[in-house]
């Protein structure tokens, strides 16, 4: 592993909780962590903006209390994502308030920049920042970023375009750091793959959707549980970046998902937020990876189904490795 030890002994399983605008607050982070994985959110989604200090006061002082309570299994560590596109005129004010609450672990999005690497090395913390391609990732590694996130094919949100195989082995060719994998993981089985392929940890977004704690629509949770991968397109019409999103929330929306246009990346926009709100209020971003998503559920629940599937899907692995090697060993 090369993930820090400080942040693995409080993990009970490699993942973290990605952050999804709108749909990440309090509620959710507190309770992935209480249940053994990263649990983020988006800098963004604390509004007005004085919100943000007064969220990570209350995450903090809640898995305190709950790290008192249970000393024998501590709460996992939980994380900000701050966008660093210039457009977002809150990136100085809230990364001062990450600085003043010493948060953990701070995700960058959009953009790798050193000073704001810089200010979270001043007391601790670890930035991972995410990437959809090799040349980013070492641009984010040359500007002082702790660990990765490989953001592949069929991951929610502003997802890439390479497949996750290419993706991660391009990356660990030279890096041999922190490294996350983001794109259509939503069950135990895909998380011990990643692993398998090179990853420290899985990032799971979408699954959390469908949670009690998530900030959505009761519509948007049934929706994730009902869709799967083929209600999925990928465009940058809504934002400028391309994402992944719910075809029936467009359709909703009344707009043909199969007939959207290409929209200016120079267009977008992180300076208030409003219409990015009023984008992921109407049309839903989703992975592709809800697929394995039956019900709605307690975010607990989620993570401990994830538990059971990567636990049967490790001891599946080692059965079969096990009958192979016998076999190879035979042969020789």
């Not at 959110?41 to 709950?66: K, S, V």
């Not at 094919?153 to 041999?176: C, D, K, M, N, Y």
């Not at 401990?304 to 009958?323: G, I, Q, T, W």
Request: hydrophobic share 45%; with cysteine.
């Amino acid at each position: 592993m090369t993930i820090p030890t400080s942040l693995m002994e409080r993990l009970r399983l490699p993942a973290i909780g990605a952050p999804m605008f709108i749909i990440s607050c309090p509620a959710l982070v507190i309770a992935q962590c209480k249940a053994g994985i990263v649990g983020s959110f988006p800098a963004l989604n604390a509004r007005p903006a004085e919100c943000l200090d007064e969220w990570i006061a209350e995450i903090r002082e809640t898995l305190a209390a709950h790290d008192r309570a249970h000393p024998e299994q501590p709460s996992a560590p939980f994380a900000v994502n701050q966008i660093v596109h210039k457009s977002n005129v809150r990136l100085e004010q809230d990364l001062a308030i990450c600085v003043k609450h010493r948060v953990p672990i701070v995700i960058t999005s959009l953009g790798a920049r050193e000073d704001v690497n810089q200010a979270v090395h001043s007391y601790g913390g670890i930035v991972l920042h995410d990437v959809i391609n090799d040349r980013f990732a070492h641009k984010a590694i040359e500007k002082g970023a702790d660990g990765l996130i490989a953001v592949a094919a069929g991951a929610g949100g502003h997802a890439g375009t390479l497949s996750p195989f290419a993706l991660v082995q391009e990356i660990r060719a030279w890096w041999s750091g922190p490294l996350v994998l983001s794109g259509a993981i939503s069950t135990g089985r895909a998380l011990l793959a990643a692993q398998a392929m090179g990853a420290d940890l899985g990032y799971i977004g979408s699954a959390f959707i469908a949670t009690h704690e998530a900030n959505a629509d009761e519509a948007y949770k049934r929706m994730i549980v009902e869709s799967r991968a083929d209600d999925i397109v990928y465009t940058n019409f809504f934002t400028g970046v391309h994402g992944n999103y719910l075809k029936p929330s467009i359709r909703r929306a009344g707009l043909d998902p199969d007939q959207l246009p290409a929209a200016d990346p120079s267009k977008m926009d992180f300076s208030s937020g409003s219409s990015k709100a009023k984008v992921w209020r109407d049309i839903w971003g989703s992975g592709q990876g809800i697929g394995a998503i039956d019900a709605i559920v307690s975010a607990e629940e989620r993570i401990e189904r994830l538990k059971r599937e990567y636990e049967m899907a490790m001891a599946e692995l080692v059965a079969v490795s096990a009958r192979f090697l016998r076999r190879a060993e035979f042969a020789a």
